[in-house]
């Protein structure tokens, strides 16, 4: 079942209101939604990955319901910040992983191979968060654009009202960020 805006903003309201039942409502009601990205996720990890996206939704909701306010906008706006909980629980897992080993050396990377690949290295993944930390810096907004898109499997419009601008300006900050990227990746611009 897919979860409707109007259902999901109305949960979250009522939820802001302190309605005790809105949450365990809104969890039904997204769990198969929340899953489904997870495995979006998961599918660019590596095969033996030891996190399983049960487990990436269970921890998303912790993070999501538990650690931070609920002043979520709606539908978009919720499950774009659940595409970046996602992303952080990945990134913090492989820098977990990545402890243990040896640094061997900076790589490059090219991002529309790293964004292609079924299954990224730890390393490039490490990468990329590092790249997409800078782009934070220079311009908040379009780091938080991919984090939606790449990360979040949103659409362009999606995007756009999560943001409050137009889908004109989504895509001109997209193919800026996905250039930027590029350039502090190692590869020549997109």
């Not at 109305?10 to 990205?37: I, S």
């Not at 996720?41 to 319901?65: I, K, S, W």
């Not at 080993?101 to 299954?119: H, N, T």
Request: no cysteine; hydrophobic share 45%; glycine share 6%.
């Amino acid at each position: 079942m897919v979860a409707s805006d109007g259902d999901i903003t109305k949960l979250l309201a009522a939820m802001r209101r302190g309605d005790p039942e809105a949450e365990a409502n809104l969890v039904a009601l997204v769990y198969d939604d929340f899953h489904a990205l997870a495995r979006r996720y998961m599918t660019r990890e590596r095969p033996d990955h030891t996190l399983q996206p049960t487990a990436l939704v269970n921890e998303a909701y912790l993070r999501l319901l538990h650690d931070r306010p609920a002043d979520w906008q709606g539908r978009s706006h919720f499950f774009a910040a659940a595409s970046i909980v996602m992303r952080r629980i990945l990134v913090d897992h492989a820098r977990s992983r990545a402890a243990g080993k040896r640094a061997g050396g900076r790589q490059r990377v090219a991002l529309d191979e790293f964004m292609a690949s079924p299954s990224p290295r730890i390393e490039q993944m490490l990468i990329l968060d590092e790249a997409l930390t800078r782009l934070a810096e220079w311009d908040r907004r379009q780091a938080r654009l991919v984090e939606m898109i790449y990360f979040g499997g949103l659409t362009e419009s999606e995007a756009a009202a999560v943001l409050g601008i137009s889908e004109r300006t989504v895509k001109r900050d997209w193919r800026a960020a996905r250039a930027w990227l590029q350039s502090q990746l190692g590869g020549t611009p997109a």
